[in-house]
């Protein structure tokens, strides 16, 4: 069903496809309300396994993907919900209608669009649980249409007083969010489990190899060496200990990449 979605769709089947629960619940059981395979793919779509919920989570655009990447970082976060349907539907076609702004349509059809937000967070605070609405943008795609989208998201969820965010690439960590794809295939690569080496052994040792003059594949190179691994499951046990937050490794402060320096934190 979910693969229909990219067609020109009647109200009738819009109806099915929120009755058989795309874009509600929460979980591993949550279905987003858009997945990767129902959009056109311009190469910027992507799919990851989150250890927060321990489902696929479907991205439509890179910014949507590098904001999961931060928020799994963050030890707060209990549940991430890409995609989530604005339900019910008639709800932001009256907000639409207050405004008097038209609201979103299917292409090529008179159907209303189920409006979605890019990310719902459950965040963990000390005193209870937190929602928090992220819509995700680029600030050369807030033209004044868009705006009008957005106005009517931000109501919905103001009528509920749940924070609302838009985040556009001046607003989130993006040395943060870059360096945590660096790392992003230790979130799928079973081969550090499968190594027998824990990762924070791994990253001490790397650490210890450290030296201002040598760059990340030399120390990785040297590290998986002295452990007797490949380099491949050197990356893997090293990106664990990344986002396990036992690595020294600082991604905040410089871009990593295969030649460059690696910069460690004082803790």
């Not at 992507?46 to 949507?64: D, F, I």
């Not at 819509?135 to 705006?147: G, H």
């Not at 824990?198 to 040792?205: I, K, L, N, T, Y």
């Amino acid at each position: 069903m979910a693969g229909t979605k990219a067609r020109n769709p009647s109200p009738e089947v819009v109806e099915r496809w929120i009755n058989a629960g795309f874009g509600q619940g929460s979980g591993l059981a949550y279905k987003p309300f858009m997945f990767v395979r129902d959009v056109p793919s311009m190469g910027a779509s992507s799919t990851v396994k989150s250890w927060a919920t321990g489902r696929n989570h479907h991205y439509l655009s890179r910014q949507e993907f590098k904001v999961h990447l931060v928020a799994e970082y963050s030890p707060s976060i209990l549940d991430i919900r890409e995609q989530f349907a604005l339900l019910p539907w008639n709800e932001t076609q009256e907000i639409a209608r207050k405004l008097g702004i038209k609201h979103p349509r299917y292409p090529g059809t008179a159907t209303p669009t189920v409006i979605t937000t890019d990310l719902l967070l459950t965040m963990k605070r000390p005193d209870g649980l937190e929602l928090i609405a992220v819509s995700v943008k680029l600030t050369k795609d807030l033209e004044p249409r868009a705006l009008e989208k957005l106005l009517i998201e931000r109501l919905y969820w103001n009528r509920r007083g749940i924070r609302w965010i838009l985040a556009t690439e001046k607003n989130i960590p993006n040395v943060r969010a870059e360096n945590l794809q660096f790392f992003e295939m230790a979130l799928n690569d079973d081969r550090a489990q499968k190594s027998g080496v824990d990762p924070a052994h791994f990253s001490r040792q790397f650490e210890a190899n450290h030296t201002p003059n040598r760059c990340f594949n030399e120390v990785l190179g040297k590290t998986s060496r002295d452990l007797s691994l490949d380099i491949q499951t050197g990356h893997a046990l090293l990106g664990t200990a990344v986002w396990k937050r036992t690595s020294r490794i600082d991604i905040d402060t410089a871009l990593l990449d295969h030649r460059s320096p690696v910069v460690l934190s004082s803790r």
